[in-house]
């Protein structure tokens, strides 16, 4: 709201400008002003007064209660001059008085050129109802201004509170810089030690790379060694291996002298043997081959219904038995994706081969789906299942799940079939439930990287 000045008088003269400071604050107070803003708001009215009078002779001063476009109350003060502004601009001569005050400026008002300073007021809007405004209108015309010694003297009063009041801070001041320079100092011997732990620390990290060094060399050494043994043991078993699966082939020949029922069966153990072992030889020379990183993918565009009928056909003669059903679904077209054929085919045989071995009642279900930007390839079973803690350790060397359900094997095919899968830069992964079967997912990128 702006309605009526609640006070209203002229500046003309010297003793005018204690005036003013006095009745500026006298209106401050009857607002609800809070006493240091009103020394703030008498002290900018004295100090714009005294320009104005030494400036252009003067002004005529009007004390406001106004609504702010915040909602909020502010007690405005225009200063009016008597003679038109040099440049129509004021500049204080005491940069500390727009400090005082929220808004300090000059404005145009209904043609006439003014200088307006504003103070929020801290009371409500129904303390200050238009009633209660004109109160105070009253009381303020009624209230004759004190002398320009009685004001000397209030300000006076009011210096010596101030001065009390930077004593007091400059106390406090000094107490904060004391308080801030203990805590320097023990912020300073805190960093100087954690300086020294953290270089201690330092030393104690090189010292342990370096061991992590050595450690990493000593470890590609062995894995090295590991493989060449693996490699030179396998390829000199193979060919001793092979020779006792053809002597005992050459045994049971009926082109050969007829064996008694006993010679037979132990020749039959024999070329079993030799062929358990010519595989555990096969396997140990992929696996050596593929940690020697000598395997080189053949990429090319592989259409997945290809292998898939492939697989169908040369893995149907090894269900175990009529109740294990082999399921090769058909992809869904187009099923192309780029990778290496004859090693994609490997691990699909070895995972399919592994859920026949398992598996003996259900089926054996090989699918592909769509995923995103790639394909994933599902080997799925109805055998005994892996429980949770070994689902991880079937991925090691030489590692099969403890349990009844256990039947021959190296332990191998799986990390092999991994490392293949990570070759062709996909990922091999296991699902299963005690009970329920498991699940094989290959997953591969459509464009192969």
Known sequence: MSGAPLLQMALR????????????REVAAAVGLEHQDQVRIATALSEVARDLLRGVGGAD???????????????????????PLP???YEPESGAVA??????????????????????????AEALSPERLAQLRAQLGQSAPGTAEEELATQNLQLIAALDEVRSQRDELARLNEEL?????????????????LEETNRGVVALYAELDEKSAQLRTASESKTRFLANVSHELRAPVTAIIGLARLLADSASDPLTAEQERQVGLIRSSASDLLTLVNELLDLAKAESGRIEPNWAEVDLRAVFGQLRGTL????????????VEEPPTPATVRTDEVLLAQVLRNLLHNGLKFTTAGEVRLRARRQDAGW?????????????????????EFYQVPGPSRVGGTGLGLPYARRLVNLLGGTLRLTSEPGRGSTFTVSLLADGT
């Open 316 to 327: 149907r003669a090894l269900r175990i038995g009529t109740e294990v059903e082999l399921v």
């Open 181 to 197: 320079e203990q805590t320097n100092r023990g912020v300073l011997a805190l960093y100087h030690q954690l300086t020294d732990e």
């Open 61 to 83: 001063v009007f004390f406001v209660v106004v609504d702010s476009a915040d909602g909020r109350r502010h007690l405005r003060v225009d200063l009016t001059p008597v003679a």
């Open 376 to 396: 994933e390839l599902l080997v799925s079973d109805t055998g005994p299942g892996i429980p949770t803690e070994f689902q991880d350790r079937v991925f090691e």
């Open 87 to 89: 440049g129509g601009r």
């Open 13 to 24: 003269v010297e003793q005018d400008i204690f005036v003013v400071r006095q009745r500026g």
């Open 99 to 124: 400090r005082l005050v929220d808004t300090l400026g000059v404005v145009t008002d209904e043609g006439a050129t003014v200088v307006r300073m504003s103070r929020r007021v801290p009371l409500a």
